[in-house]
């Protein structure tokens, strides 16, 4: 049930009158400040204004999802025209938010749809619920869902793209790069000449093509004499 189910949208003239001493009350009961201005006062939230209710009607309202009932048509005139103690410091308009906010909660469409009374103010049945209401219930119920639906999906979508642009990881200022790590790392080898490295024995281990032709004797001489030679020295 939303504001404008409650039949009787148009008060009464004793419901003006109340109305309209409570809100001189309140106005007389407004504290100044020192320009002699009425300070502002802080609003009520409507979470608040429906506890109030259920704690001045706990046979009609229920802060428990699983017990809200809905509403009998015409509740919120008969809540504004006789306002008890638990109400006190509330005003018209934020008995309205606090009615309106009430009636638009998901718990709330669903006890109007499975539920075949709706509840006074003492928690007695009312008038049944008809199948306008019911169908008004069900199509809100689907609504709420899609709107949740559609804010997880863009939280998601949200929380992907934020993940996609994470900052590299700074670079610790004694690491280099690998290019320049690998440059040097070959620069450091030392580069060994492939002619170098041969062993001179190679050529020393090759017979003198000058002794080949020669005979055994004559190799022996020329032995002889270079020992000779060699010895002399």
Do not use: C
């Not at 069900?138 to 949740?148: F, G, S, V």
């Amino acid at each position: 049930m939303t504001a404008d189910e409650t039949p009787d949208a148009t008060p009464q003239p004793e419901q003006d009158e109340t109305r309209t001493e409570s809100t001189e009350a309140q106005a007389t009961d407004t504290p100044k400040t020192d320009g002699g201005q009425q300070a502002k006062k802080p609003r009520v939230h409507p979470r608040e204004a429906v506890k109030r209710f259920a704690a001045a009607w706990p046979e009609a309202f229920s802060e428990d999802p699983k017990q809200v009932k809905p509403l009998a048509i015409g509740i919120l005139q008969q809540i504004l025209a006789d306002r008890p103690a638990e109400l006190d410091g509330l005003n018209s308009r934020e008995i309205r938010t606090g009615m309106k906010f009430y009636t638009s909660r998901l718990s709330y469409h669903f006890a109007m749809k499975n539920a075949e009374h709706r509840v006074n103010l003492k928690g007695e049945p009312a008038e049944p619920v008809d199948d306008k209401a019911r169908a008004h219930a069900d199509e809100q119920i689907k609504a709420i869902h899609e709107a949740r639906d559609a804010k997880r999906a863009e939280q998601q979508g949200e929380d992907e793209s934020d993940e996609g642009k994470k900052p590299r990881k700074p670079r610790k200022a004694g690491n280099k790069p690998r290019k320049e790590r690998r440059s040097e790392g070959k620069s450091a080898k030392p580069r060994g000449d492939k002619r170098r490295s041969q062993p001179r024995r190679e050529k020393e281990a090759q017979p003198d093509p000058a002794l080949q032709n020669l005979s055994l004797e004559e190799k022996l001489d020329r032995l002889a004499q270079r020992f000779g030679k060699d010895g002399a020295k």
